[in-house]
């Protein structure tokens, strides 16, 4: 009886799990964090340690006055008390007036602003709130992992429009029948893009919305980068005509302002959608404490600049360390958004057979560097490689000084 438990309880494990939870999968990020644990448990590495370059989480420090906003209310009774939606006010309020500065849009924080536990929950949960099971959505491939993740969740017929390099990662929009677009419930886009690095132009988003007004779907714009265009101008949903009748936009601290572990961001869009990922929220979770919010307040009111402080750094960042790559022999092409370099797989590497999920662990094992397998982001990611410019110039430097002996034994 002893012998037949191991096999029974691998038998439970799949009978307690969905069919939905399968479609997911283990993702990128969880892969590439089990790959750094057996790294760092290895006592023979302990000479090379890790250079983690696979998360967009910045070594840059948010606005000091931030900080010292949220730990000044920490203490207060309220900060340790659930929020519900109506004590999100003063938020809303900041979010809406740095919307009209920003983007020159005037919107109603009462009716068109929702707190959001990070952009990366609003875009999971969206799908839920306005698509039935089998309803048809598209994504960009590739996209950020969270926008497929949102359309599993909700049991969506999901279509991919593949981004080209040839095209500059332009959404090719006539590729898509009259009667695919009348399938369609829903539209996710975003850009800047996420992993591609590329700004994106608002003619792709205007073009986009007039497709969803003549074919009568949702698009929901995921725009965390707005303020991270290193070349030209960040486009934004709500500068596109319609979004008050069938758009909403995703916005986050993260980026911007360096507050990605406190998981603040907020939605914009039309009064219907959100309402509905309001009502959702409300049976998933409660909103960040006080505290956090009131330090949001500030960033958005008193640091509305503070994103613009960044570029010249990450514009070092990425010049310095596409020439270091260059002098390798590993031609990486411009990126005109902050944070990553897109990588495509080198020829030698192809060569050998190697994708992107073997590259990136061969990258780890030999040089103890920590990259992003494009595939993580759709199948049009295959062959590429995200790297995260989230430590200093000489940090980085140093990352392509590393790979340097490894790669000429490979070439």
């Known amino acids: 009886m002893k012998g037949l438990l191991p096999n029974l309880s691998y038998k439970l494990s799949w009978m307690l799990t969905s069919k939905r939870l399968a479609r997911l999968g283990s993702g990128g990020f969880d892969r590439n964090d089990q790959r750094k644990r057996s790294y760092n448990l290895d006592s023979s590495r302990q000479q090379q340690p890790l250079i983690d370059l696979s998360l967009g989480c910045t070594d840059l420090l948010p606005p000091p006055d931030a900080i010292k906003a949220m730990g000044n209310h920490l203490e207060e009774p309220r900060s340790a008390a659930y929020c519900l939606h109506a004590a999100t006010g003063s938020f809303r309020e900041a979010a809406a007036a740095w919307c009209e500065h920003r983007l020159g849009v005037a919107v109603d924080p009462e009716r068109e602003v929702l707190l959001l536990v990070g952009s990366q929950e609003g875009t999971a949960h969206f799908p839920m709130a306005v698509l039935d099971p089998g309803d048809s959505a598209l994504i960009l491939d590739p996209s950020y992992p969270s926008h497929r993740g949102g359309l599993e969740l909700a049991d969506a017929s999901i279509q991919t429009l593949p981004l080209e390099p040839h095209q500059h990662w332009e959404p090719d929009f006539k590729t898509i029948t009259t009667a695919q677009w009348d399938q369609l419930r829903l539209l996710m886009l975003g850009f800047p893009h996420n992993p591609t690095a590329c700004v994106g132009q608002q003619n792709w988003l205007d073009e986009a919305m007039t497709h969803a007004q003549r074919h009568d779907l949702v698009v929901a714009h995921d725009n965390p980068y707005l303020d991270l265009a290193l070349e030209g101008e960040a486009p934004a949903l709500l500068r596109s005509p319609h979004w008050r009748e069938r758009g909403i936009e995703f916005f986050s601290l993260s980026k911007g302002w360096c507050l990605g572990g406190f998981r603040l961001a907020f939605a914009i869009g039309a009064e ?104 993580g982001f759709g199948e049009a990611g295959y062959n590429w490689l995200r790297l995260a410019l989230v430590r200093p110039v000489a940090e980085l430097e140093a990352a392509v000084g590393r790979l340097s002996p490894w790669w000429q034994k490979q070439c």
């Open 272 to 375: 219907p959608l959100i309402t509905a990922l309001r009502q959702l929220k409300s049976v998933v979770d409660f909103n960040q404490c006080q505290a956090l919010q009131q330090g949001a307040v500030v960033a958005l009111s008193q640091h509305a600049d503070w994103p613009a402080r960044l570029l010249p750094i990450y514009r070092e960042r990425r010049d310095r360390t596409r020439a270091a790559l260059s002098d390798l022999g590993w031609s990486v092409p411009l990126p005109s958004m902050a944070l990553y370099l897109w990588m495509p797989l080198p020829s030698w590497a192809r060569a050998k057979g190697w994708g992107d999920e073997q590259m990136a662990a061969e990258l780890l094992e030999h040089c103890g560097i920590v990259v992003t397998p494009g595939s």
